[in-house]
């Protein structure tokens, strides 16, 4: 692992996350639509979903970046990267 | 909920807010405001949305846009990853306090804030730029391995970055004001990395897409848990936005850029007085 791997990797990842992501909430959008009022409560779990994955990209970005950072025996960026990880997931579980 | 959706079916709703919406991603990324800034303002002003849920459904779209960018950028070699990934330290963690204090600051502080702070953005991205003098070593730099290249011109230039530690103090601001308002506060994180580190603007302005995504993921977990994020709202603005934007991206290199950005610029500043003044007289 190198450098220019990680942010080819980190670009390909982030890419994919959003579009997935976008395309479950459109697809969730349209059936909720779709649906007559008020609307379908499977149709909003599949937006939430959409809504999930795309949340998750970031942070999916992060995990990548510890793994990639341990790999190079960058101590200094593993420990940075960990930080920032412990805040993400203190945020999503007791902010 | 906003009285326009009451009196709408929720086809209508959700057509007026992704066209609102695009028109916001696309103006937003034209300009380089961010399409979340403008967003809010929209919803809340154009179709009484309430302002938590406008800034939960723009913190989602936020999300979108910024990683959508940053996936070419990155791969492009114009972000710095080790500067974004050392500065997320400060923007998660004034994220994190920043979402923790929506529940604690009325609505009306709220949208005076948003307001000064759509103000100032709008007047940051007319001004005219000039590229900061390059940066004088910082030790802490070469310790971190935040000094790096470029693409330009089909060659690598290398820069050196600066004043790491008044970067890292104003990038918590720029968190705390992303986590506060659910914006992806891009204006903030250039001037921490352009005025303050002395990093090249093309630099400053990737990694600042970069970053956004993780920052706002930081403060949408408390958004998430406050019933902020309605999904029927956030669906149309998260796709509106980010359609919108993916558009002006591609419109960047137009020569009529500068007409157009002087008046987005007037119509921003009309809609950030609106944001004021219903914050000082709330209805």
Redesign the interface.
């Known amino acids: 692992m190198n450098d220019q791997r990680m942010d080819e990797i980190i670009g390909r990842l982030l890419r994919a996350g959003v579009s997935i992501a976008a395309a479950v909430v459109a697809a969730g959008g349209a059936w909720h639509l779709a649906s007559p009022p008020p609307g379908n409560p499977h149709a909003l779990t599949v937006i939430w979903a959409g809504l999930l994955i795309l949340v998750a990209t970031p942070v999916a970005r992060v995990v990548f970046s510890l793994a990639a950072f341990l790999m190079e025996r960058d101590r200094t960026y593993v420990v940075i990267t960990s930080i920032v990880l412990v805040v993400l997931v203190y945020s999503m579980a007791f902010g | 909920m906003g009285l326009a959706r009451r009196l709408m079916?929720?086809?209508e709703f959700?057509a007026i807010v992704v066209a609102i919406s695009g028109v916001a991603g696309f103006l937003g990324s034209l300009t380089g405001l961010g399409g979340g800034v403008v967003v809010t303002p929209a919803l809340t002003l154009l179709l009484g949305v309430d302002l938590h849920h406008a800034m939960g459904a723009a913190l989602?779209s936020v999300?979108?846009t910024s990683?959508?960018a940053?996936?070419?950028y990155?791969?492009e070699?114009f972000?710095n990853?080790?500067v974004g990934?050392?500065l997320?330290?400060a923007t998660?963690?004034g994220?994190?306090v920043g979402?923790?204090l929506t529940a604690i600051l009325p609505a009306s502080a709220l949208s005076i804030l948003f307001g000064a702070v759509l103000l100032y953005s709008a007047w940051h991205s007319l001004r005219q730029r000039a590229e900061a003098a390059p940066a004088a070593p910082d030790p802490l730099s070469a310790?971190?391995?935040l000094n790096g290249a470029y693409p330009e011109a089909g060659r690598m230039v290398r820069y050196t970055v600066g004043r790491v530690k008044g970067g890292f103090a104003v990038m918590f601001g720029a968190g705390l004001l992303s986590g506060l308002l659910g914006i992806g506060s891009g204006a903030m994180k250039v001037i921490a990395m352009d005025q303050v580190m002395r990093i090249p603007f093309k630099v400053s302005t990737t990694t600042s897409n970069f970053m956004i995504?993780?920052t706002?993921?930081?403060?949408?977990?408390?958004y998430?848990?406050r019933g902020y994020?309605d999904?029927?709202l956030?669906?149309?603005v998260?796709?509106g936005v980010?359609a919108g934007s993916i558009l002006g991206a591609r419109q960047l290199i137009g020569a009529r850029a500068h007409a157009l950005r002087l008046v987005f610029g007037a119509v921003v500043a009309v809609l950030a007085i609106e944001m004021i003044y219903n914050g000082v007289h709330p209805r």
């Open positions: 079916s929720p086809l959700t989602i999300i979108a990683s959508g940053a996936a070419a990155v791969r070699g972000s990853v080790r990934m050392f997320e330290i998660t963690i994220a994190v979402a923790a310790r971190l391995r995504g993780v706002a993921a930081a403060s949408v977990g408390i998430l848990r994020v999904p029927a956030a669906m149309p998260m796709l980010l």
